[in-house]
């Protein structure tokens, strides 16, 4: 009789740590399961074309995994209080390491985890650059990197086919260099010299060695009370804005 009231009491103690632990464990199995999707990936010209190829698995991708603030709410209020005589925390800055560094940590063990190398850190510790394959970042967020032809310009690119999501254990902001629809590209463009029958033309007006000009020469040009010509026009270009304005 004994033994039966022992192994009656410890089935229902079984039961009972369960029952408490079940809330846990679904919650576990609730977070993991969950995954956040990024919007704002994928160019919205893909939405017209076909895809005419897809990325070697094998090649290898930069990208720059970006995290959001992490309480927005609270940085408001630091930042308010920050500069507030009257709180407690008036001038207690902190470090960029102090407000993001959990979450900094955190993903770079899962950038690792999965198989991508990390490139660079960035002081602001929001923003991680990686390196790994292209099979690699596919299965990561959950994407295939398919090649397009570009609708306006001679040349195919490649982008992810549906919007990427993760897995990771804090929220990501965005992630650059999923796709290379639009290249940069500088606005300068090249001028033709002044003098086209003097194309290498070099200043020798200057007080400078070889005729080049110093600090001097343009004090003296633009600067009011200088005494070259230059000179002379900006004080009388500062007499009348004065007119101008007070007369």
């Not at 999707?37 to 074309?49: D, K």
């Not at 570009?150 to 990771?168: G, I, K, L």
């Not at 230059?230 to 007119?243: F, K, L, N, S």
Request: proline share 9%.
């Amino acid at each position: 009789m004994h033994i039966r009231i022992v192994s009656l009491n410890l089935r229902i103690a079984l039961c009972l740590t369960v029952l408490c632990a079940l809330p846990f464990l679904m919650t576990c199995r609730t977070q993991a399961a969950e995954r956040q999707t990024l919007r704002g990936h994928v160019p919205a010209a893909v939405g017209n074309l076909a895809p005419v190829g897809r990325l070697d698995g094998a090649k290898r991708m930069n990208l720059a995994l970006a995290l959001p603030p992490r309480d927005p709410v609270g940085l408001t209020n630091l930042l308010r209080d920050l500069y507030n005589p009257s709180s407690p925390r008036f001038r207690q800055f902190i470090t960029p390491q102090q407000f993001t560094e959990q979450d900094f940590r955190a993903l770079i063990t899962f950038a690792q985890t999965n198989g991508l190398k990390v490139t660079a850190m960035h002081p602001n510790r929001v923003i991680l650059d990686v390196e790994g394959t292209v099979s690699d970042i596919e299965k990561i967020f959950h994407v295939t990197l398919r090649t397009y032809q570009h609708p306006s310009e001679t040349r195919t690119f490649y982008s992810p086919d549906v919007e990427p999501s993760h897995d990771a254990p804090v929220p990501l902001l965005s992630i650059s260099g999923l796709d290379n629809f639009s290249i940069p590209r500088p606005h300068l463009k090249e001028q033709p010299a002044a003098n086209p029958d003097v194309p290498d033309a070099t200043p020798n007006a200057g007080s400078g060695p070889g005729g080049a000009y110093t600090a001097g020469d343009f004090r003296a040009a633009y600067v009011p009370g200088g005494n070259g010509a230059h000179g002379r026009w900006a004080e009388r270009g500062t007499a009348a804005v004065r007119r101008l304005l007070f007369e």
